[in-house]
């Protein structure tokens, strides 16, 4: 299957390089050329463009970061058509970006006037998820489109569900995040604390993880530099899943929950301390680095 693949950050590039060695035909691109090489020297083919991506493209994936980057990218910017346009009706769009729900059904709509598919399918397991290709894809639009697209969804995660209709695996996505910003805050306060007690970091998560406070956190991605080898923690905080964009997915699900008027006191807290960890100059580090803002000194 010809396949375009369109943003080649910390998630998209190991999700394309996993298409690319189950067989399927990429044509990748990203903005940034140092992205584009990295892929190119594992041998992924690069794109000129996002435009010259689309030809013969079955199906176009996109994975972005944010609503504004989703739409300049299919609507177009600054007199400049976007790819809807470019797209050949009956093509399957799939955007893996977490954005607005209400930018993923403004799409949706729009495909649907020109004849194209279109699927929302945001994705929890962080970067080691899209390396080992056991990703979950939370997925919104017609359960027909899915079927269609799940071949290539099966080739870069474990987890497909359907969430729902066009938005769906959006508000999905929210309600996911929301909560792993809230249980990493929760999970850092704890060791944090028992740091401060004298305790050793590694048996007190081992503890924690075992009893009814286990958590994801505890079981994949600790905090605390040196109790996990390969988590981001124990790298600088380098690389994984930043805190500005956690922070901005805690701003998407406070948006959805004013407009639906729902009560998340903890995910709006959450939100304000991710703002100040970020304002602290943390903000490209990865979101488990906000054990920082509660460690004791010293």
Known sequence: MKIAFIGLGNMGAPMAHNLH????????????????????AEGVPIAPSAADSLAGAEVVISMLPASQHVESLYFGSEGQPGLLERVAPGTLVIDSSTIAAATSRKLAQAGAKRGIAVL?????????GAIAGTLTFMVGGAASDLERARPVLEKMG?????????????????????????LMI????????????????????EIMRRSSGGNWALEKYNPLPGVM?????????????GTDLMLKDLGLAQENAAAVRAATPLGGLARSLYAAHSLAGHGM???????KLVQKPG
Request: net charge negative; with cysteine; aromatic share 6%.
């Open 120 to 128: 929302d399918a945001p994705v929890s397991g962080g970067t080691g």
């Open 285 to 291: 580090l990865d979101f488990s680095s906000v054990i």
């Open 21 to 40: 060695k189950a067989g399927h035909v990429l044509s990748a691109f990203d903005l940034s050329p140092d992205a584009c090489r990295k892929l190119a």
């Open 186 to 205: 929760g999970t850092s306060e704890a060791i944090a604390l028992g740091v401060a007690n004298g305790l050793d970091p590694k048996v007190l998560s």
């Open 229 to 241: 080898e390969n988590s981001p923690a124990s790298k600088g905080y380098a690389g994984g899943f």
């Open 158 to 182: 474990a987890n497909i569900f359907h969430a729902g209709e066009p938005g769906a695996g959006q508000t999905a996505k929210i309600c996911n995040n929301m909560l792993l910003g809230v």
